[in-house]
Nanobody, 120 residues
Framework: QVQVVESGGGLVQPGGSLRLSCVAS????????MGWYRQAPGKQRELVAA???????NYADSVKGRFTISSDNAKNTVYLQMNSLKPEDTAVYYC??????????????WGQGTQVTVSS
């Protein structure tokens, strides 16, 4: 069994910062890639940022320069540092993990989501 659990969401004023964390635990051979997606009310889920086990990162244009993704491969953990937050960043943020369950099998897992609200 594999679990993916996010933490760190909350309410913040415009211009503020939050740090999200996501831990994958259970029977995991290794981490292939992890990332953050978000879904605002009435909108489709979209990629925010992703990072491979080799440290290659990818960001949505809307968050470049404001958000930073990082990871600790040994702990199967990914972080999202969010600075200069805007009201349009308000959404449920989901962690996605592409994990090597065995040496030959790759599986995709999602967390339950954490709410981020940017409002004055």
């Amino acid at each position: 069994q594999v679990q993916v659990v996010e933490s760190g969401g909350g309410l913040v004023q415009p211009g503020g910062s939050l740090r999200l964390s996501c831990v994958a635990s259970g029977s995991i051979f290794s981490m292939h890639a992890m990332g953050w997606y978000r879904q605002a009310p009435g909108k489709q889920r979209e990629l925010v940022a992703a990072i491979t086990s080799g440290g290659i990162t990818n960001y949505a244009d809307s968050v470049k320069g404001r958000f930073t993704i990082s990871s600790d491969n040994a702990k199967n953990t990914v972080y999202l540092q969010m600075n200069s937050l805007k009201p349009e960043d308000t959404a449920v943020y989901y962690c996605n993990a592409d994990l090597q369950i065995t040496k030959w099998e790759l599986r995709d897992y999602w967390g339950q989501g954490t709410q981020v609200t940017v409002s004055s």
